[in-house]
């Protein structure tokens, strides 16, 4: 997992009442978000660190920083294993 | 004297000593056209049995002359052995071959078949849609969650009807669409449609290996003028059966709902990326809710005491 996560920005979304549907025209697959998971991958900014956004999540829906730590620890690994987030380039050997 | 002068007419026999021929009469195939809500049929046969059947249910919907690019359904005899067979045809691609008493119910699966691939433009929802007041009523469910039997009810009580499982939604005006094919009652369901007051036409049954014993329903018998017209979708409603449960209709968020829509499409593919706009549109659009269906009469006061 990358240590400040991107958001794929070629995912067609739609913002549905604080949750959202995502379409991805890759996979040709779509996803639903919740409130949280919605809130998560808007601040997966490719600058925000997990941390980060783990304390603008508690912050935010007023929620104990552990368990927000989890939650977003756990959003992020669905994320990555759905293919929602941009995987960084593999480093060029020396 | 006499003016009429008689030819003997020949017999259908072949040379002397060969095997009778079959005696038969050849016609061209009749073409009949209707419009059955939104989508124009042209039906071509020579078989009046299987032009009775067909014409029984859908005659309301005739027309004069087929409509370009119109769904062609063809029944056409063929003879195996002694046996005669009807094979039935759609867009001129062999589907089933059937005895002659079976021909209705196979034209009805032809045609839902045809629709996936001949309909195409349309947004294919596997949902029964009725309409009341100007606003449709989207009932999306897995086969066997009561869809047809819904409407039929609704039907009765006054709704207009609009499919009972094939919701044909034009992307560009946003409509639900009509295609008010005959109701297809399953067996199990024979009881409660008749607990409605609902005359079934029980004599027509006919058997499929996948849903059992089940008849059609023409719309047209349970009350005067019942089709609905094209309407925006006003409620979507992701139902589910569960005999003897009492009937509850929840909220749920139009991405919750759009979500289950997607799983419900025939053909969200054929849209591409424009599908989940048009599903994210259908939505906003629409309250969103989802039904758990028990007792028939119990979840259409439900219904009408909730979705106004």
Same mark, same amino acid.
């Given at each position: ?33 919740? *409130? ?5 991958? @808007? ?11 783990? *304390? ?39 | ?43 071509? +046969? ?33 003879? *195996? ?67 047809? +039997? ?12 609009? $499919? ?50 089940? @008849? ?12 609905? $017209? ?8 992701? +139902? ?59 979840? @259409? ?8």
């Amino acid at each position: 997992m990358s240590a400040a996560p991107t958001r794929r920005t070629d995912l067609v979304v739609h913002e549905l009442d604080g949750e959202a549907i995502l379409y991805d025209p890759i996979a040709q697959l779509t996803h639903r978000l919740n *409130r949280t998971a919605l809130f998560i991958w @808007c601040h997966c900014d490719g600058r925000s660190s997990a941390a980060d956004i783990a *304390r603008a999540l508690a912050a935010s829906f007023d929620v104990d920083p552990a368990r927000a730590d989890d939650d977003v620890r756990r959003a992020l690994e669905q994320m990555s294993d759905n293919l929602l987030l941009d995987t960084p380039e593999a480093a060029p050997a020396a | 004297m006499t003016a009429l002068t008689a030819r003997p007419t020949p017999l259908p026999f072949g040379p002397a000593g060969a095997a009778p021929a079959r005696p038969r009469i050849r016609a061209a195939r009749a073409t009949r056209a209707y419009r059955i809500g939104a989508v124009d049929v042209a039906l071509r +046969t020579n078989l009046t049995r299987a032009l009775a059947a067909f014409e029984s249910h859908y005659h309301w919907y005739a027309q004069p002359v087929p409509a370009t690019g119109a769904m062609e359904l063809t029944v056409r005899r063929v003879w *195996r052995g002694l046996r005669p067979r009807c094979v039935i045809a759609s867009n001129d691609q062999d589907r089933f071959e059937v005895a002659a008493r079976d021909v209705l119910p196979h034209l009805e699966w032809a045609m839902h078949w045809q629709s996936m691939s001949h309909l195409r433009r349309y947004y294919q929802v596997h949902a029964a849609v009725m309409q009341r007041g100007g606003g449709g009523v989207l009932f999306a469910a897995d086969p066997g969650n009561g869809k047809s +039997t819904l409407a039929a009810a609704l039907l009765a009580r006054g709704w207009s009807y609009l $499919s009972d499982e094939f919701a044909l939604i034009d992307p560009d005006a946003l409509l639900a669409v009509p295609f008010p094919k005959t109701i297809c009652i399953k067996c199990t369901g024979y009881a409660l449609i008749s607990s409605l007051g609902i005359p079934l036409p029980r004599r027509r049954a006919y058997h499929r290996p996948a849903k059992g014993r089940l @008849c059609f329903l023409d719309p047209h018998r349970v009350r005067s003028a019942p089709i609905g $017209s094209a309407c925006p979708v006003r409620h979507v409603v992701l +139902t589910q059966l569960v005999p003897g449960a009492r009937p509850s209709l929840e909220p749920i968020s139009r991405a919750e709902a759009a979500f289950d829509l997607n799983r419900h499409a025939f053909n969200f593919h054929d849209h591409g990326p424009r599908a989940i706009d048009l599903l994210a549109a259908l939505v906003r659009g629409a309250e969103c809710f989802r039904l758990i269906s028990g007792n028939i009469h119990e979840t @259409c006061d439900l219904i009408e005491s909730r979705l106004r």
